[in-house]
């Protein structure tokens, strides 16, 4: 490896309040980085990334102002990080790591090359274990961290539960099924297309599903797959759905918000209001908000038991790869139009 | 007593979906009642009735459609029930009462005579003992219950934290604000006037207050009074204010719906729609509605806590008594015009 490397990063050129990012907000740069020793702390590394994760929080860290997810602003004209990312390692200052190890690094850089703290590093991957790469970012990484700690610790449905999921397609959708399923609850799910209904059910076990584009009436459809209730809602986009959810709660429900993806590209005033709170009071409904910084001393848990569901094929996995790191603004906009199956991941390196 | 009485009583004429209810709705009528021996069956109590405690969930039984707080409703031309009221005994058919007992019954009737079963009855009240009856249908009655189950079971603050209560000079505020002081919060209250203002800072203890009624922009005076952000709000009005204090919440905040006074009148189409929970996300709130039919095993536990705070002074009650049962329609009204202070009594008798 050379000394010197030329590493693309995207970067932060403007804010975006509201609206979808363009290349305005998000470049592509080219700079040049030493990865020489003396460049290197101690209790660091030099890597290549191999795997970026696209998770919809980022949109949040770019808008300029922290409410709603309350996540520190990325700064003008500094790269995008605090993704997780599949790294290898090109020369360590860490006697716990060596070159070519390949690493889960929970604060990466969207660079190709960064020199980044090892305390930053969340696990090693042994690539023959038979899980893939992308799933280490997906149903392993942040989303099935996500569909875990809504299922297993917010939500906790009993056998039985009548549960549904909303973006039930999507990287952290398709897992939370699964794990209720695993429970033993009749799980519903809402996705954006007729062929997403058909995944959901073929390939991730839902007992049912239906396609919110196609549905007038989310009050109706609910009625209609929910004929006893819900006593789970994973809500993973708010708005209008969250709405229609409440007519349909059965007492004591629970719902764990894990995130709103149809509000993160309004300014909050702008967003869809919940006329019908007052049933949270009436059927007595625990609604509860969640990051995954507050439970990072559980990701050691999801992962061992993730990791056997996965590799005796009890949670299945979709992953949407989409190659070469200048894809990467289209990728974090395509998690707000429906077009994907999945986790969204982008391939910098094979 | 005479075998027969005339007694009278406030009967559902008219569902009132929306809008205050009239004399359209809630009509008085006289009836004679049979409080003969033969009259009374097993296990029953022939009473009369002295006060009847007025609360805002009884709006919500007389919409015809039982969204919101899902309470079953009331029959059209059956008088109004349900309602906690201070009763003497005239005839019993239970040997654990006798004749003269002064009972709290939990579910009791709008009318001036009534025969009720004896498992209705919460509990004895010895009239000795320096505690005025209307507190027990206030500070010790269904207010001050569900008082104590949003600071002591469901918002459950720490010492120091920052307390919001709005609606703080009515039944359930004046005692939650007291019971956090109690806890060693900083307590601050929002009410409808610039006297009630002062009256629960002097009387009740808060630390501070504000006049919703004054302040044009909820946001600002929030910021103001919550300089440290909120850590625990007790919800008694919804709409606009629970929207406000979801932009002022701290971390891990809990948000303990006790019913949403400003929403009762509206259907649920026309209430006012909450704009930012993705800040609960963000801030990981827990936001949790509660009946308090859910948590009859805990009343005795409230009365002893309660009863020990009124008299050594610990808790302070104020209570505002209407005198005659043809009141009653008034009354209620009162709730939501924000035109009483403490605790809204009928007193029927003497």
Chains 1, 2 share one sequence.
Not at 317 to 339: H, T, V, Y
Request: aromatic share 10%; proline share 3%; glycine share 10%.
């Amino acid at each position: 490896m050379e000394n010197m490397v030329e590493s693309r990063e995207w970067y932060l050129a403007e804010y975006c309040p509201e609206g979808v990012p363009t290349s305005d907000h998000l470049k592509l740069r080219t700079v040049s980085r030493s990865l020489a020793d003396d460049s290197i702390p101690d209790n660091h590394l030099a890597v290549e990334t191999l795997l970026l994760s696209v998770d919809p929080y980022l949109r949040r860290t770019i808008t300029g102002t922290i409410d709603g997810l309350y996540m520190p602003q990325h700064e003008i004209n500094q790269v995008l990080k605090r993704v997780f990312a599949i790294v290898r390692v090109i020369r360590s200052k860490d006697s716990k790591y060596t070159e070519g190890d390949i690493l889960l690094n929970g604060n990466g850089y969207v660079a190709e090359y960064s020199i980044v703290p090892s305390s930053d590093i969340m696990r090693k991957i042994d690539p023959a274990n038979g899980i893939s790469l992308s799933d280490y970012l997906g149903t392993l990484g942040v989303a099935g961290f996500a569909a875990w700690l809504g299922i297993e610790v917010i939500g906790d449905p009993k056998p039985g539960s009548h549960v549904f999921i909303s973006a039930a397609s999507g990287a952290v959708g398709m897992s939370a099924g699964q794990l209720a399923k695993i429970r033993g609850c009749r799980v519903i799910g809402s996705t954006g297309s007729d062929d997403k209904v058909n995944l959901i059910k073929e390939e991730f076990g839902y007992d049912d599903g239906f396609n919110y584009n196609a549905e007038s009436d989310f009050d109706a459809a609910l009625s209609k797959y929910f004929p006893d209730g819900i006593d789970v809602y994973l809500d993973n986009v708010g708005g209008k759905m969250l709405e229609a959810v409440l007519n349909h709660v059965n007492k004591y429900a629970r719902i764990p918000l894990c995130g709103m993806i149809s509000q993160y590209n309004q300014v909050w005033t702008e967003r869809e209001g919940i006329r019908n709170l007052l049933n949270m009071v009436g059927k007595e409904v625990r609604m509860e908000g969640f990051m995954l910084d507050s439970y990072w001393d559980r990701f050691g848990d999801f992962a061992k038991d993730m990791e056997i569901y996965l590799q005796e094929g009890k949670i299945k996995s979709k992953n949407k790869i989409n190659i070469g790191i200048d894809c990467f603004l289209e990728s974090l906009n395509s998690l707000f139009s429906s077009s994907n199956i999945g986790k969204v991941v982008v391939q910098v390196k094979a």
